[in-house]
């Protein structure tokens, strides 16, 4: 009999280390994952920056050296 119960806490013991191994390469995967979608979309954003860069620094430069001056509406001329 006791050589049945040794049996069977070896086979508990291999089972919680095989859940334990399993559990890990879950870890692992997940986290690989989102290391290589993360890394997707900062090339995704950094090729967006490339191409759009000087059409916003156009607009921006353009925006700020074209002043229109205008009295506001709620201003009240005295």
């Given at each position: 009999m006791?050589?049945?119960?040794?049996?069977?806490?070896?086979?508990l013991?291999?089972?919680?280390?095989?859940?334990?191994?399993?559990?890990?390469?879950?870890?692992?995967?997940?986290s690989?994952?989102?290391?290589?979608?993360?890394e997707?979309?900062?090339v995704?954003?950094?090729?967006?920056?490339?191409?759009?860069?000087?059409?916003?620094?156009?607009?921006?430069?353009?925006?700020?050296?074209?002043?229109?001056?205008?009295i506001?509406?709620?201003?009240?001329?005295?």
């Open positions: 006791a050589a049945s119960n040794s049996g069977i806490n070896t086979l013991d291999a089972e919680k280390e095989a859940s334990k191994i399993v559990q890990k390469a879950r870890q692992y995967q997940t690989h994952r989102v290391e290589v979608e993360t997707q979309k900062r995704e954003i950094e090729a967006a920056f490339a191409k759009n860069r000087d059409a916003v620094l156009q607009k921006l430069l353009e925006t700020v050296y074209t002043v229109e001056p205008k506001h509406p709620n201003a009240r001329l005295n």
